[in-house]
């Protein structure tokens, strides 16, 4: 009976690259990098050494950790088990540590200075980025325990491809597709976005290879849309309904001398057409000083117009009834028309006012915007 020895335990070694070892914008290509990179790695001790390489975006983690099987291990623990596989940890650490550097040093973009003109000052930078296949082939290698130079290409297949396993995988309907998103810069207008991305994609969708499909999974800008169109459905049935116990409310009369009970109640329009005329007026107004300044129809500046409609309506029909009432006790128009003004001017500008200030912070603030 023979008994078969265990597989040998691979030690993973975890190092973190910070972005600013690539240049100004290491930001944009350290995960492009660490992916690369951990390629490379791949062929250093793959018997033995397991690599990962991941972005350092938090300087408080450590540079460098040590695994065996998931359990963290620490710099002596790791150094001792090395030993054993016949190893060092300096030997790896001068390995990783060469390959880094050299790869940092093809692919880094650094500032060359600036040029003044006569607008503006530009940043001159020296762009060290991998354009191509063939160029990561031939990027020079030190061969370890040599002072030989190697070039990638003779020690590792380099070629394009997916990641395999792939870190996300989209589905639509049922099978594996490309997603590309496309979002709308802060403060632009979604309505017109929609419209410029459905002109783009019908004249990409006709340069398209025989097979390739655009496909719609969501369209932010027609939900948007249809958001708009019904708050502007409510704001008519708003009007409507305003308009009708407006007409009720404050031209309903009663007569006591009718000979029948069904014309003791009658209706004058004229107090409810006073208050019907300045919904229009007003809308018109607003309408229209939008349109001068570029205020576009979004929830924000709906829902503002429905308030000012409100505080317009509330002030009219205490105006109106006012009126209706100083001429009931006998005044003439003009004088109760002027009482009314006198007495209901100032109370209604300082609680619209006081409500404008109350809303003036989501209308400023640009996020709120949709």
Known sequence: ?????????????????????????????????????????????????SWVLLPRHDKQLPEQEFFIEGRKLSEEQASLLLQRMGLT?????????????????????????????????VQVRVGGQFTDVEQLRAMPIRAPQSQAQLRLGDIAEVHRGYVDPP????????????????????????IALGKALRQATQSIATQLPAGVTLKNVQDQPQAVASSVNEFIQVLIEAVVVVLAVSFVSLGLHTRKDAPVWWRRWTIDPRPGLVVGVTIPLVLAATFLAMWYWDIGLHKVSLGSLIIALGLLVDDAIIAVEMMVRKMEEGHDKLRSATFAYEITAIPMLTGTLITAAGFLPIGIDRKSVV
């Open 1 to 49: 009976m023979t008994q078969t020895s265990a597989p040998p335990k691979r030690l993973t070694i975890q190092i973190r690259i910070e972005p600013g070892c690539l240049g100004p914008d290491g930001k944009r290509h350290i995960d492009t990098f660490c992916a690369a990179a951990g390629r490379i790695f791949a062929a250093i001790e793959p018997e033995r050494v």
């Open 167 to 190: 870190d996300v995988k989209v589905r639509f309907q049922g099978q594996e597709v490309i997603a590309l998103g496309i979002s709308m810069t802060k403060g632009g207008d979604i």
């Open 89 to 121: 940890l300096a030997t790896l650490q001068e390995h990783s540590d060469a390959v880094l550097a050299q790869l940092g040093a093809q692919n880094a973009v650094e500032s060359a200075g600036t040029v003044q003109t006569p607008l503006d000052v």
